[in-house]
Nanobody
Framework: QVQLIESGGGLVQAGGSLRLSCAASGRTFSNYVMGWFRQAPGKERGFVADISWSGGSTYNADSVKGRFTISRDNAKNTVYLRMNSMKPEDTAVYYC????????????????WGQGTQVTVSS
């Protein structure tokens, strides 16, 4: 089992920045691909970004390219999502997830999920 706990959410004005963190425990963190997903009210949960086991490869959804950056620190068992130039449409609950396959960006490929952290961007 892998336990994931997100933090860093909150209220930010449009154009502002936040950094989300996701702390993992339970199994060897570097054995897992890590991803961020988000779910806005009334919408399905969708992919935001993922990062490979060592952190050497990352990928962002088109909606956040150039604004969000995913990173990880395997020594700290933590994955981050830096969010810049935020927009009201970024408002959502953000979830981190751990999986075994890099490059398949669907929820079903992730085995473990955090409880989510709310991010609200005001206009």
């Amino acid at each position: 089992q892998v336990q994931l706990i997100e933090s860093g959410g909150g209220l930010v004005q449009a154009g502002g920045s936040l950094r989300l963190s996701c702390a993992a425990s339970g199994r060897t963190f570097s054995n897992y691909v890590m991803g961020w997903f988000r779910q806005a009210p009334g919408k399905e949960r969708g992919f935001v970004a993922d990062i490979s086991w060592s952190g050497g490869s990352t990928y962002n959804a088109d909606s956040v390219k150039g604004r969000f950056t995913i990173s990880r620190d395997n020594a700290k068992n933590t994955v981050y999502l830096r969010m810049n130039s935020m927009k009201p449409e970024d408002t959502a609950v953000y979830y981190c997830a751990a999986g075994s396959t890099y490059g398949v960006r669907s929820m079903g490929r992730y085995d473990y999920w955090g409880q989510g952290t709310q991010v609200t961007v005001s206009s």
